[in-house]
T-cell receptor, first 115, second 109 residues
Framework: GAVVSQHPSWVICKSGTSVKIECRSL??????MFWYRQFPKQSLMLMAT?????????EQGVEKDKFLINHASLTLSTLTVTSAHPEDSSFYIC???????????FGPGTRLTVT | GQNIDQPTEMTATEGAIVQINCTYQ??????LFWYQQHAGEAPTFLSY??LDGLEEKGRFSSFLSRSKGYSYLLLKELQMKDSASYLC??????????WGAGTKLIIKP
């Protein structure tokens, strides 16, 4: 099956610093990648959708200057949380899919804690 | 608007059968997905239905009725490891997934 990796799996950073999370599709070309955030005991919240080589489309309420997304190749997307604050502490999950089949395959997630 | 409804929580007994229902309203429809998510982990893909009917995959089956905007996930011979949240998601006309809030399934011995 399709494999998506995510790095790091967990990170602790100080308030005001920036953190970069990588998402890679290992055995397929990810024409579209998605970034989600999930707070404890809550559902997935889509943050943004990115297609390779184009700018990400952000969901309403998600600050694009704070959450920088780059999808430079068909196998790699990055999410940078800039000037992180404690309220940004969450579980960040990426997923990827090719054009068809349509199922999204999820990375293992990155647990971010901002102190 | 677009909406997915599924029960918040269900409880079942080890070895039994449980059916998790999902109703959806989307702008266009390109299929219905079920994912399993264990606590603290990312979701894993279970099934995809785009045509009406039942798709069986081992102990798990998924059903779709497009005319009713309805799907269910059927889990047979429940095992303790099946304790997880089950997420229903419908794909709209833009091929975007609209997610339900998830159903937490608790399995008791």
């Amino acid at each position: 099956g399709a494999v998506v990796s995510q790095h790091p799996s967990w990170v602790i950073c100080k308030s005001g610093t920036s953190v970069k999370i990588e998402c890679r599709s290992l055995d397929f070309q990810a024409t579209t990648m998605f970034w989600y955030r999930q707070f404890p005991k809550q559902s997935l919240m889509l943050m943004a959708t990115s297609n390779e080589g184009s700018k990400a489309t952000y969901e309403q309420g998600v600050e694009k200057d704070k959450f920088l997304i780059n999808h430079a190749s068909l196998t790699l997307s990055t999410l940078t949380v800039t000037s992180a604050h404690p309220e940004d502490s969450s579980f960040y999950i990426c997923s990827a899919r090719d054009r068809e089949p349509w199922e999204q395959y999820f990375g293992p997630g990155t647990r971010l804690t901002v102190t | 608007g677009q909406n997915i409804d599924q029960p918040t929580e269900m409880t079942a007994t080890e070895g039994a059968i449980v059916q998790i229902n999902c109703t959806y309203q989307t702008s266009g429809f390109n299929g219905l997905f079920w994912y399993q998510q264990h606590a603290g982990e990312a979701p894993t893909f279970l099934s995809y239905n785009v045509l009406d009917g039942l798709e069986e995959k081992g102990r798990f089956s998924s059903f779709l009725s497009r005319s009713k905007g309805y799907s269910y996930l059927l889990l047979k011979e429940l095992q303790m490891k099946d304790s997880a949240s089950y997420l229903c998601a419908a794909m709209d006309s833009n091929y975007q997934l609209i997610w339900g809030a998830g159903t937490k399934l608790i399995i008791k011995p």
